[in-house]
């Protein structure tokens, strides 16, 4: 069965203190993973596509890797505005074009 | 500007009084999809569409109707809605590389 955990839950950092977010994940076929960053009340934001292992990319002080089981979210040097809700999901090799989420990492970080 | 649209914000209704969640997005996409997403249980697909009279059903589609007469709009139906139904509701519309848009919401409570 398809599926995508994210861990930890929930983190608090001070500002300026890099961490990493991580998305596990377990898919027959993997056409791409997914990044969003959701603010409360609003709907999941863009951040990052990644489609094979190896791969990474960055904007801004956020970084994403991908392997063949989990992607890293890194964040370096946070700011307060960075606090949100990151959500990892992916999207299955068929025709559905189906996103399969996690459950998201609710991100605080205080100055 | 490319977006998503839904309407309305925030809904409260009685059990059993039907209503309809409008979306409509400005981007000629084929493939649009209704979410909901709950505290603790992420964000599930409860339809999706992949053009014109073409609908099928997501992970938790009991309870919901759509339609799609028009490329541009993708309503949810709630035929006779009960108290389970209360969540928040996104549309979707798939930009490919961008994963999905998705619209600013719909927090719907029933009573």
């Known amino acids: 069965e398809d599926q995508v955990t994210q861990s930890p839950e929930a983190l608090r950092l001070q500002e300026g203190e890099s961490s990493s977010l991580n998305c596990s994940y377990t898919?027959?076929?993997?056409?791409?993973l997914f990044w969003y960053r959701q603010d409360p009340g609003k709907g999941p934001e863009f951040l990052f596509t990644?489609?094979?292992a190896g791969e990474e990319k960055e904007k801004e002080r956020l970084k994403a890797t991908l392997t063949k089981k989990e992607s890293f979210l890194h964040i370096t040097a946070p700011k307060p505005e960075d606090s949100a809700t990151y959500l990892c999901?992916?999207?299955?090799?068929?025709?559905?074009?189906?996103?399969?989420f996690g459950s998201g990492t609710r991100l605080l970080v205080r100055p | 500007e490319a977006q998503v649209t839904q309407n309305p914000r925030y809904l409260i209704t009685v059990t059993g009084k039907k209503l309809t969640v409008t979306c409509s997005q400005n981007?000629?996409?084929?493939?649009m999809s209704w979410y909901r997403q709950d505290p603790g249980l992420g964000l599930r697909q409860i339809y999706y569409?992949?053009?014109?009279?073409?609908?099928d059903k997501g992970d938790v589609p009991e309870g919901y109707k759509v339609s799609r007469k028009e490329k541009r709009n993708f309503p949810l139906i709630l035929e006779s809605p009960s108290p389970n139904q209360t969540s928040l509701y996104f549309c979707?519309?798939?930009?490919?590389?961008?994963?999905?848009?998705f619209g600013s919401g719909t927090r719907l409570t029933v009573v």
């Open positions: 981007m000629n996409h084929e493939y």
């Open positions: 898919v027959s076929g993997l056409r791409g």
């Open positions: 990644l489609y094979s």
């Open positions: 569409s992949m053009n014109v009279e073409v609908t």
């Open positions: 979707a519309s798939y930009r490919g590389d961008w994963g999905y848009t």
């Open positions: 999901a992916v999207l299955r090799m068929d025709s559905s074009y189906k996103l399969i």
